[in-house]
């Protein structure tokens, strides 16, 4: 898989997909480029010619009809956690043990928010916080193409009142965000990049972390499998694969904050709204 970034962009007419900074011929999706195995998705990219240099602003890294699914409870933290937060702890040392993974439906594309773009929390949770996550991007096959930075924005008092309540507490307006880029890239390049977590409040750190995903406890190609062993995904879909970073018991995101989530080499900041 070659090394390079994609990036979608808001033009006079209409989103514009952008390699390295140079458009694409206007036909060109990322549903298509995900419809093709890994070796032909490098190949036809490499055919391309260059387009000129593409500088609207960005969009995100996904097509308004795609998908992005979610994984829970893949590093210990997470976890942690989510035992803290629940009645229900048993649950989550469940699943964090079991052969089958924990998989939700996080957001369709025109739902998800892109880099510079502003998350919310719910007006009826009082303990919310942000997930910095590495995102795969899957083809068709769902073999892994690269990734994204994403921000599992999530409402803890809601799934700790009670695990049935997740879809509530991670699937609302404002919940899912994504970019600024894509970059293309094999699983064995992601197995060791770092995450980072840092959220800002009137201009003072108020939380900074960090994380490996060799950490995690499952594999990419583990979670890319479950994913599709009874779903199809034509376009390809984008898989967010959990968080190792969940501050404290006493925090909750504000109004204002503002949460930069770092992953290898991209770094997605968004502002918290009401």
Sequence with gaps: MIHAKLTRHLTPAGSRWAL???ALPQTVGLDELLSLASPQLSSFLEDLPPGEALTAPLL????PHQEVWASGVTYLRSREAR????????VYQMVYSAVRPELFMKSVGWRVKGDGEPVRIRRDSAWNVPEPELVLVLNSRMEIVGYTAGNDMSSRDIEGANPLYLPQAKIYDGSCALGPAIVLSDAPALRDLEIRLDIMR???SVFAGTVSTSQMKRTFEELARWLGEELSFPGGALLMTGTGLVPGDDFTLAIGDVVHATVGELRLTNTVAC
Excluded: K, T
């Design 60 to 63: 995100p890294p996904i097509e």
């Design 83 to 90: 035992e803290h937060e629940s009645a229900s702890a048993d």
């Design 202 to 204: 009137g201009g003072a």
């Design 20 to 22: 390295n900074g140079r």
